[in-house]
């Protein structure tokens, strides 16, 4: 009696599947990110931020992207840029303050650069690694909630240097941004759509990119994720 062994054609049908999921899920981030360039070249110089409504309209639209991704996709994927843009706004004071000052868009085409380099990076080595990364995950969440707090004392009293503090959130939502492309790597099929995900890993590699801004800029600036800036 022969038997066949179906396991290697069912792990390529995984890999490639994981694989178009992976692509459609860059391609939705990377144009997350033109969106959020054109913002803010949209902005007017002298906007200071989106204020409070913006807060609240942005917090909003996660929820939203949230919940239309379970049963209107297309509407998940409009919400999703719609976002992106208005963070354009939210970041482009801080962007027209290094634009403006001596080696400014050295610092702001170092810093975008190094994001989008590393973003490959973290996607091609989640490819390859193989450890528990729910439990990477937890504590990296609790070093966020760190941050977190940290930040929002550091609004009204500066224990911290900037420095110090860009350095933590590099860190920080670079293990974040590897164990999304994990998550996504084992767990892409439970998702209806794709832009949640891509949401997840907007908000990690946006924050990296603000933090590198901080770190070549030499501490100029000052912003995070799910805390203060994103």
């Given at each position: 009696?022969?038997?066949?062994?179906?396991?290697s054609?069912?792990?390529?049908?995984?890999s490639k599947a994981?694989?178009?999921l992976?692509?459609?899920?860059?391609?939705?981030?990377t144009l997350g990110f033109?969106?959020t360039a054109?913002?803010?070249?949209?902005?007017p110089?002298?906007?200071?931020?989106?204020g409070?409504?913006?807060?609240v309209?942005?917090?909003g639209?996660i929820?939203g992207?949230?919940?239309a991704s379970?049963?209107?996709?297309?509407?998940?994927?409009?919400?999703?840029?719609?976002?992106?843009?208005?963070?354009g706004?939210?970041?482009?004071?801080?962007?027209h303050?290094y634009?403006?000052t001596?080696?400014?868009?050295?610092?702001v085409?170092e810093?975008?650069?190094?994001t989008?380099?590393?973003?490959g990076?973290?996607?091609?080595?989640?490819?390859?690694?193989?450890f528990n990364?729910?439990r990477?995950?937890?504590?990296?969440?609790?070093?966020?909630?760190?941050?977190?707090v940290?930040?929002l004392?550091?609004?009204?009293?500066?224990f911290?240097?900037?420095?110090l503090y860009a350095w933590?959130?590099l860190?920080i939502?670079?293990?974040?941004?590897l164990?999304?492309?994990?998550r996504?790597?084992?767990?892409g099929?439970?998702?209806a759509s794709?832009v949640?995900?891509?949401?997840?890993?907007?908000?990690?590699?946006l924050?990296?990119?603000l933090?590198?801004?901080?770190?070549?800029?030499?501490g100029?600036?000052?912003?995070?994720?799910r805390?203060g800036?994103?």
């Amino acid at each position: 009696m022969r038997t066949i062994d179906v396991t290697s054609g069912i792990r390529i049908l995984d890999s490639k599947a994981s694989a178009g999921l992976l692509s459609k899920v860059l391609w939705i981030t990377t144009l997350g990110f033109v969106f959020t360039a054109l913002g803010a070249y949209l902005a007017p110089p002298t906007l200071y931020g989106i204020g409070l409504f913006g807060l609240v309209l942005n917090i909003g639209l996660i929820f939203g992207i949230q919940a239309a991704s379970r049963r209107a996709p297309a509407l998940a994927l409009l919400l999703f840029y719609g976002f992106t843009l208005l963070m354009g706004f939210e970041i482009a004071p801080l962007l027209h303050m290094y634009l403006h000052t001596v080696n400014g868009q050295n610092v702001v085409f170092e810093a975008a650069l190094t994001t989008a380099l590393g973003m490959g990076a973290m996607a091609l080595i989640a490819q390859v690694a193989r450890f528990n990364w729910q439990r990477l995950y937890a504590w990296a969440f609790f070093g966020l909630i760190g941050l977190v707090v940290i930040g929002l004392v550091g609004m009204f009293v500066h224990f911290i240097h900037p420095g110090l503090y860009a350095w933590a959130s590099l860190v920080i939502f670079s293990v974040l941004l590897l164990v999304d492309f994990m998550r996504l790597r084992d767990m892409g099929a439970l998702y209806a759509s794709p832009v949640p995900m891509a949401l997840s890993i907007y908000l990690d590699a946006l924050n990296i990119f603000l933090a590198l801004l901080q770190i070549f800029g030499n501490g100029g600036g000052n912003r995070n994720r799910r805390s203060g800036s994103w």
